[in-house]
């Protein structure tokens, strides 16, 4: 049976006034062009990655240069009434550092096409810590972007969580840490769908035909359908499991069941009710229901949902390294990881936040899409990283569908 997740509607109380004007992060992962999303195709064919040396960290000037630039997605920090972050603000005091917080990703392919020449000759890219998504950690790392963190200057990397421990893109977390993660799983309109559904086989029910919308991200759309299939999307699955899904995914569309296939907008059809249920992510639905009534439901699938988690990495031209550590190092306090978790509403990976939530916000302890237990873990899988072959492959053929072809 899936695990029903549905936001509790006293959730949405924790969520001051102004984030409900924010997009949320991952309503935007998505929300690329077809142009920019087929970005990642030449991207990972790249003649930055032809066999070239890898470039050399810059050297550390954190000793003497007392500024930071810390990039990421919209909505992904706390925000108060005056659009001010009292925990950054709160670090800025405590460490006397000067940071500037730049929301200036908006696509993992996108930000990575900008700063990728950069990156292949060990330049500044402007900014010292970027947070971004597994599978381009992987990439940034396979690559030598990314510059090796100092555990000594990260003690409280102890209260990260175990499974987040040793990803295969980054054994023993030696160069990167995440900041936040998210499920992506089915939702459904109470409404609509009183009975509710338990998989993904149940969106192509024909009478739903026209009313179901799937996300732009590939990992998610076609990860979802492979679990269904009986794949286990973290194995070492062949090109075979993945083209099956894709071809169910394609007869979806063809034959209309499958109404639109989005990034950002796909909450708008919900709310217009142009579709009725959709693969979503775990933490719009919480968001969604905290700014427009609680009447959708997430769950995840019988067969599984997917587990993603964007990452802190410090880039290879970073001259201020001891600084980002620093800020990774306050972020990962489990006080100040409750704060975020109850302005964002995705999951924190910090051991110990649920308590200090438990004691200050009990209606988000409770909450399985912050704070998952064993149990809902259990159902999440990840997608397995990818290598620059497969990735080309995958993603044109995933981009074959959308454009039709």
């Given amino acids: 049976m899936p695990l029903p997740l549905s936001a509790d509607p006293t959730v949405k109380q924790l969520v001051s ?3 409900q004007s924010q997009i949320s992060r991952r309503a935007v992962l ?3 062009s077809l142009a920019a999303v087929g970005l990642s195709v030449a991207a990972c064919s790249s003649s930055a990655t032809g066999g070239q040396a890898k470039p050399s960290a810059a050297a550390d000037g954190s000793a003497s240069d007392k500024t930071l630039v810390w990039a990421n997605w919209p909505g992904y920090l706390d925000q108060d009434e005056n659009k001010k972050s009292p925990t950054l603000d709160a ?3 405590q460490s006397g550092l000067d940071v500037t917080y730049d929301v200036a990703i908006d696509d993992n392919n996108t930000y990575y096409g900008k700063v990728k020449d950069q990156l292949a000759l060990g330049q500044d890219i402007g900014a010292d810590l970027v947070c971004l998504t597994d599978w381009m950690i992987g ?5 030598g972007y990314v510059q090796k963190l100092d555990e000594t200057k990260i003690p409280n990397k102890k209260n990260l969580t175990p499974t987040l421990q040793n990803p295969d893109f980054d054994p023993g977390r030696t160069l990167s840490l995440p900041w936040q993660g998210g499920f992506a799983g089915i939702c459904w309109n109470k409404e609509k769908i009183p009975g509710g559904l338990k998989s993904v086989s149940d969106l192509w029910n024909p009478k739903y035909k026209g009313r179901i919308g799937v996300l732009t991200e590939m990992r998610d759309t076609i990860g979802l359908i492979m679990l269904e299939n009986g794949v286990d999307i973290a194995s070492k699955w062949n090109d075979d499991a993945f083209m099956n899904a894709t071809d169910d995914f394609k007869k979806h569309v063809v034959s209309g069941q499958i109404r639109n296939v989005k990034g950002n907008a796909y909450l708008e059809d919900l709310k217009s ?5 959709a ?9 969604l229901n905290g700014e427009a009534g609680n009447k959708w439901e997430f769950a995840i699938p019988s067969a599984g949902a997917t587990l993603w988690n964007d990452n802190y990495v410090v880039p290879i031209g970073s001259k201020r390294k001891s600084n980002a550590e620093s800020l990774m190092n306050y972020y990962y306090e489990p006080e100040v990881a409750a704060e975020i978790a109850a302005y964002v509403n995705y999951i924190t990976p910090v051991v110990g936040a649920q308590a200090v939530a438990a004691a200050k916000y009990p209606e988000l302890a409770n909450n399985q ?3 998952p237990n064993t149990d809902t873990l259990a159902k999440a899988h990840i997608f397995r990283t990818l290598s ?10 995933f981009q074959a569908v959308l454009l039709g072809s």
């Fill in 279 to 287: 693969i979503c992510w775990s933490g719009d639905i919480t968001t």
């Fill in 17 to 19: 006034l102004a984030r």
């Fill in 91 to 93: 670090f800025r005091t």
């Fill in 388 to 397: 620059p072959a497969e990735e080309n492959t995958y993603n044109a053929a």
């Fill in 369 to 371: 899409l912050i704070f």
């Fill in 139 to 143: 990439r940034l790392i396979r690559f």
């Fill in 30 to 32: 998505s929300g690329a």
């Fill in 273 to 277: 009710e142009d579709t009725i249920a």
